[in-house]
């Protein structure tokens, strides 16, 4: 079965291939989308590795080379991004050669980067493994942190193809199923209001969901995140759209340190944000109750940590790389399915911060 | 007076602005160029600083931001990369800024790395300030050095403009304008024969010169890189022939250590070597004699460092980025203005080298 959906990016068309068990045929994948291919790098996270590397290794007819990148966001560093190109070269990896990323987004995003600078960019292959990465390993975007904020370094650079075998979650922690299933809201709430009542019907708690239906809500996430990257590959338009809680979800994540909450934690309360703010500013009416019952259904904290002090969070959000000379951006939504990037005025966002208890 | 040339690339078509004190007009150039810029940085050769910087930054409305990087290929390195990226981040560029190196090929593939990256790609200017960057500043390669090689990790990112002020040369030791004319006598012999004669002509020495014709002799030498590079940005094909001279040379440079050549004088060596290759496989007949006094006139070694092993040179050669699989590679010429890339037998290669009494 499974399904494959196809991306028009400025560099190539590339598939994404959506199935049960593809993890078995990812040689022959490989080799259907980088013709004439020479030595493949496998950069696989550890934890993924330990389930799924044999299964991919073995589909190969040659075996590929291995990297293991250690779990966490930790490893988007430059320390480990030198010691990934440091192995495609003693690897003997040349212009013709392909990096496979296997794992998360962390793994997407630095395998990614390093593909994508490797002697000026060679082919790059997403094979991801966790529900958060059907958002990550579609559209190109790759990079690593700097001390300064995430994502502040790195490239666009679209994989050669995107191999997703949903399988692979059978051996994600709840917790990170609840990282990725925010983005999935994300994509219904800025896509219209029937797919989030599919959500609502479909979706009564993380660990119940019904394997059958996870092949067709990956599809339907990603054709959202898909669509929109065609339009816009270099964010200079409705790309941004997708930062919806963003804004404020990165902030968080920073602020609170990386690993303290998951991003989708992060972007999760940073989506009710936006929704309040966009019920302030736009007198927009949205389904905010519904929302804020989902998340809590899901298991996500709504509520901003205590601890957090107003003038810190606003400071990162001013130099969030949306920001644009320090203004505060956030994208709000008229209605379900009509979003728009505003820029807010800081008393707004202090306001609504304020009535969160924060000081 | 002065010449400007566009160039086509993937992303945007630019200008070459060649003038003798166009970096009087460098802002306004700039403002042209990145209309609605916010922030810009001027990444700065630490010599070129020294002598020129001031009128760069007079010629903006608003005092850019500094920074110096230290002179020499050393600064091609991972930490200079990363340091140039925290300044430019505590300096408070965003997406929307520009970055101008103002140096030489070490700046410009430095600081367009750094423009490539920062913030996935801003806006970068190059103003070249030596005879050599007249080929790295256009086409938009970018990148810094690994231990295994040069230019081992970058990426292709065209410039928004080149800004070129010749009266910058008046500043250089004859050593570099050498190092640099290795690549004006290259774009001679791989575009035509009427070119290499008016070379002949008019460069009796490097620094008798005619400054009046400086402005013609880098208008013409850059038009060759030029339209090479709008035909095949990625070198998937002739942007290839521009790396004649430059197998042996690259391999030359690294095994004497960088810094004990120039680029220039190695490139040299390289081509009279590709010439005699040239002349063994494709049976071609080049004004090889000729290249060898013009060479030896304008002061440069035309034989290989007998210190140097045979051995150690071709396996350098093999993990030249231009090399598949591990075979030797070099651009031959059929005649001047046929370059082609061939593959060429270890043997052919071992044997010349040992005919230059290397062992």
Not at 69 to 80: A, R
Not at 288 to 308: C, F, P, S, V
Not at 347 to 354: F, H
Request: proline letters at 4%.
């Amino acid at each position: 079965m499974g399904h494959t959906l196809e991306v028009r990016a400025e560099a190539r068309t590339y598939p994404i291939h959506i199935e049960g068990g593809v993890r078995h045929r990812v040689g022959s994948l490989v080799n259907a989308s980088v013709p004439g291919h020479s030595r493949v790098l496998i950069a696989a996270d550890e934890h993924a590795a330990s389930h799924y590397l044999e299964d991919i290794a073995a589909s190969f007819a040659e075996r590929p080379d291995i990297y293991i990148i250690p779990s966490g966001e930790e490893s988007k560093s430059q320390e480990e991004y030198f010691r990934l190109l440091t192995a495609a070269l003693e690897a003997g990896l040349d212009r013709k050669s392909v990096i496979c990323a296997l794992g998360g987004g962390v793994t997407g995003d630095l395998a990614g980067f390093a593909a994508a600078t490797f002697m000026r960019g060679i082919s790059f292959v997403q094979i991801p493994t966790t529900l958060l990465a059907h958002d990550s390993s579609v559209g190109g975007k790759t990079g690593i942190n700097h001390a300064a904020g995430k994502n502040l370094i790195g490239s666009f650079h679209a994989p050669s193809a995107v191999i997703y075998d949903p399988e692979t979650f059978e051996t994600l922690p709840e917790r990170e199923l609840r990282s990725g299933f925010a983005e999935v809201i994300k994509h219904a709430w800025i896509s219209g209001d029937s797919w989030f009542s599919w959500l609502d019907q479909f979706v009564p708690s993380l660990t119940k969901f019904p394997k059958s239906k996870m092949e067709e809500l990956l599809s339907a996430s990603i054709q959202v995140k898909a669509r929109i990257v065609e339009e816009d590959e270099r964010e200079k338009g409705k790309r941004a759209f997708l930062n919806f809680g963003h804004t404020l979800g990165h902030a968080l994540e920073s602020a609170a340190g990386y690993g303290r909450f998951t991003h989708g934690e992060a972007v999760a309360v940073g989506m009710l944000f936006a929704a309040e703010l966009s019920r302030n500013i736009l007198k927009a009416d949205l389904p905010i109750h519904e929302l804020k019952q989902m998340l809590t259904r899901l298991g996500y904290t709504t509520e901003i940590d205590k601890h957090l002090r107003i003038d810190d969070l606003i400071r990162r959000m001013r130099i969030d790389k949306k920001a644009a000379d320090g203004t505060l951006r956030f994208v709000l939504l008229h209605e379900l399915g009509r979003p728009e990037l505003c820029t807010v005025p800081e008393e707004e966002v202090r306001k609504l911060l304020e009535k969160e208890g924060l000081t």
